[in-house]
């Protein structure tokens, strides 16, 4: 076949014509918009044998297609099965809305969750068939019921180990405010199972408006344990911070308190760096990491800089008031990029552009604390005795009190975090 461009009288167009050739006797036919019906009759009507054998060959491959055809496309019951949604009663659809109601409780997401649009939609991609609830039935019956199901199962395993040949718990017990700023009381159960499994339960978090006296808590905690009929009698012991209050508590419950190491740590390093030499470079420090947190285009400008240099690309680190290791991950940050920090600052705000004095406070305050921050990492496995670290770190912190730094003035930083831990 071959295409030719001709001119149309009646519509003043050049329009492409398409043209075949019969192999067997050089006829040509015209081929409009792919149609081969005409060749087809040409070959009936001139070419007999030749046309029984294509017409042969055709048949078969219509078969063939006809076949698979068939065999992909799905039965009508079928089809009509996959448009069914599940019946509530089923364990397809109890499964699936199980597992919504673990993402939604143990992620903490809102409840309106099961009414986003885009949710819905992610779950019919997923499986068409199921249609999740209203969010009412979420609140009203399958969270509740979740709560239900959970308690008896940690009740369940209470019961177990207090029938065991060692039926003792351990605590742990905390105060802390939700985003919105109201008090909260949290009480942890431990223990281990007669085939040398680590339990951690979450018993309870209580609402606790009233004023956190020592006094006030213990009443708080005894009726958390009378709840799930726990007594004296099965605690070995409670960790806590080292408050007052706390301390109070464990002296009204008559209970063996065990100060917790990573705040002992905490309070430790808190105390040594609230130095009057100190605490004007920390606060430095934070304002150079707010000024880069805090506008794009200067983060990156410094990223330029430390690609320049061959360094990684990475802002100064935030603090946070309950991890001194954040503090200590900011100064080893600005440390690190000390030459490209300053580069960036003094464009505009040449007060944050720090001294060599500071440089070099700096540099002890990293040299000082580097250690004692792989130890914090050490104190907060879930799945670990940490309890049995407590004495190879005290006397890895004491044995930092004889190691030579740099200057004397570090080593005395790090020997202060020493002394007050081993005061409490």
């Not at 079928?78 to 659809?93: G, I, V």
């Not at 009414?115 to 019956?141: H, I, Q």
């Not at 009698?233 to 209050?245: C, F, G, K, L, R």
């Amino acid at each position: 076949s071959h295409v030719e461009m001709k001119y149309d009288s009646k519509t003043g167009f050049t329009v492409r014509e398409k043209t075949a050739k019969c192999k067997l006797c050089n006829y040509s036919h015209i081929v409009i918009r792919g149609n081969t019906s005409n060749l087809w009759q040409h070959l009936e009507s001139n070419h007999k044998p030749q046309y029984a054998k294509l017409s042969s060959l055709r048949m078969k491959a219509n078969l063939k297609s006809r076949k698979k055809s068939a065999a992909t496309q799905p039965t009508i019951s079928t089809a009509l099965t996959a448009a069914t949604p599940y019946p509530k009663h089923s364990r397809e659809f109890r499964d699936r809305t199980n597992a919504v109601i673990e993402y939604i409780a143990a992620d903490g997401r809102p409840l309106s969750t099961v009414e986003s649009p885009a949710f819905t939609k992610l779950m019919k991609v997923f499986d068409g068939r199921y249609k999740v609830p209203d969010r009412r039935t979420f609140t009203d019956v399958n969270l509740p019921q979740k709560y239900i199901d959970v308690r008896a199962n940690i009740q369940r395993l209470i019961h177990v180990n207090k029938n065991s040949h060692v039926p003792m718990f351990s605590l742990t017990t905390d105060i802390w405010s939700s985003s919105t700023m109201e008090p909260y009381i949290s009480l942890t159960a431990h223990f281990i199972t007669a085939t040398m499994d680590m339990k951690r339960l979450t018993l309870e978090t209580k609402y606790i408006p009233d004023r956190h006296t020592g006094v006030n808590i213990s009443e708080c905690v005894r009726e958390m344990l009378a709840e799930w009929n726990l007594n004296h009698q099965h605690i070995s012991a409670v960790t806590t911070d080292s408050a007052a209050n706390m301390i109070k508590f464990a002296e009204e419950c008559r209970l063996l308190r065990v100060p917790c190491f990573g705040h002992l740590l905490h309070n430790g390093v808190s105390n040594s760096l609230n130095d009057p030499l100190i605490n004007p470079v920390l606060t430095k420090a934070k304002q150079i990491s707010a000024y880069f947190h805090q506008s794009h285009s200067r983060a990156q400008k410094l990223h330029e800089e430390q690609r320049a240099v061959k360094k990684s690309e990475k802002l100064p680190h935030g603090t946070c008031p309950t991890r001194w290791g954040s503090t200590y991950e900011l100064v080893a940050d600005i440390t690190a990029s000390l030459a490209e920090i300053k580069k960036v600052v003094v464009i505009d705000r040449a007060n944050l552009v720090t001294t060599p004095d500071e440089d070099k406070l700096l540099k002890r305050l990293v040299e000082a604390f580097e250690q004692l921050n792989s130890m914090t990492d050490g104190l907060s496995g879930e799945k670990m005795v940490t309890a049995s670290a407590v004495l190879p770190m005290l006397q890895m912190i004491r044995s930092l009190c004889y190691t030579q730094l740099k200057d004397n003035l570090g080593r005395e930083y790090r020997n202060k975090v020493y002394d007050y831990i081993h005061s409490k």
